[in-house]
Nanobody
Framework: QLYLVESGGGSVQVGGSLTLSCEASEYTFHTNFMAWFRQAPGKEREGIAAIGSDNAIIYAESVKDRFTLSRHRVDRKRLLYLQMNNLKPEDTATYYC?????????????????WGQGTPVTVAS
């Protein structure tokens, strides 16, 4: 059974950088589409970056030009990274990795059925 495990969260100062990792337990078609979401306290879960089966990447406007998503295959596993630069207090949230076979809206949480447990990021001003 496919599972996702995020890591790399933590606390950072404004303007700092962090790299989040998501390890998918298997390299299957269930990882055709993968994405990063985040959820701040009291807010809806927000899709911020996604990659498709053709390796096309899209970003939410809120993180465009600051965050970089990449996906790699290592042995029989998929690794998804999110490089986050120039972090702002509004980036504070729990960050989640998601995956699924076929997606119509890559930044919609409703399209994904496989989720990690999340990793928290705090940006201190």
């Amino acid at each position: 059974q496919l599972y996702l495990v995020e890591s790399g969260g933590g606390s950072v100062q404004v303007g700092g950088s962090l790299t989040l990792s998501c390890e998918a337990s298997e390299y299957t078609f269930h990882t055709n589409f993968m994405a990063w979401f985040r959820q701040a306290p009291g807010k809806e879960r927000e899709g911020i970056a996604a990659i498709g089966s053709d390796n096309a990447i899209i970003y939410a406007e809120s993180v465009k030009d600051r965050f970089t998503l990449s996906r790699h295959r290592v042995d029989r596993k998929r690794l998804l990274y999110l490089q986050m630069n120039n972090l702002k207090p509004e980036d504070t949230a729990t960050y989640y990795c998601a995956a699924d076979v076929l997606i119509s809206n890559p930044l919609s949480q409703n399209d994904y059925s496989i989720w990690g447990q999340g990793t928290p990021v705090t940006v201190a001003s």
